[in-house]
């Protein structure tokens, strides 16, 4: 009985979720609506640094100036590769990126350019 009543209240429920008045489209729309194009930063940001340590194209920047401060690590396999060639430790940089910053210790983030001071 138990069973029979808890798929009666299942059943019920999805048909009720089925009934909605669907999605909330414009289709007058020019482009993209921000729900179509989701976790896309139209922005950069520039923060300048120390270079700590470089393992790779990985390099860990102390920022002092910026939207973050601190020490954070810039991927930088993008960047270009002449200029990376002659990246030093103790140099003071100014990097480009998209202004995303990973939630984690140190805070990581994927440069699109970087360049000496």
């Known amino acids: ?6 798929i ?6 999805l048909w009720i979720g089925a009934c909605g008045k669907g999605a909330d489209i414009n289709p007058d729309a020019e482009g993209p609506t921000n729900r179509e194009t989701p976790n896309q ?6 923060v300048s640094g120390i270079v700590e340590t470089i393992v790779g194209t990985d390099v860990t920047v102390d920022v002092t ?8 690590v810039f991927h930088m396999a993008n960047v270009d590769g002449d200029a990376f060639k002659n ?12 202004g995303v910053v990973t939630d984690s210790i140190p805070p990581q983030a994927t440069a699109s350019d970087f360049s000496k001071k």
């Open 1 to 6: 009985m138990k069973k029979g009543i808890f």
């Open 87 to 98: 990246l030093k430790e103790g140099d003071t940089i100014e990097v480009v990126f998209n």
């Open 65 to 72: 100036e910026g939207v973050v401060t601190g020490r954070v």
């Open 41 to 46: 930063p139209a922005v950069t940001e520039t």
């Open 8 to 13: 009666l209240v299942l059943s019920s429920l």
